[in-house]
């Protein structure tokens, strides 16, 4: 079974420095906004579309020079499914955060305490990726 997804590492820029939003998931993990493509869209419509959803962030941009994907298996109903899921970086003015059912919480972090938190390796490369990114433009 195949699934494919998108989501982005979101980010806002605060007189502290940047900072990464989180979503807690009713399982206890904290993860990056991201959800299954729908017929029709492209990975970057998901993405936008799956952070309005999960975070009610409206005024988001997705910036050049970063698109990660990420592959895992998990199992479903005792099936077997491989996960492809596009990752980009979104950054937004805005600070408040509306969360959608599918999760229990939510915070902005620093990168380092961001790092600490998220749950997955796959997902702290993709944070490390991201602040890369934002040193090699300086």
Known sequence: MEERSAGAV???????GRMYVLLRYPAGHWE????NIEKGETPEQTAVREIREETGLTDVRLLDGFKK??????????????KKVIFFLAETE?????????????AWYRYEDALRIV????SKRLLRAAEELFLERV
Do not use: A, C, L, W
């Open 32 to 35: 990056f906004p991201k959800g």
């Open 94 to 106: 805005e600070e408040r955060i509306k969360i959608s059912f599918e999760h229990e919480d939510y």
């Open 10 to 16: 979101v980010f806002r820029q605060t007189p502290d």
């Open 69 to 82: 994907v990420i592959e895992y298996y998990y199992n479903r109903d005792g099936n077997r499914v491989h």
């Open 119 to 122: 749950s997955y390796q796959n």
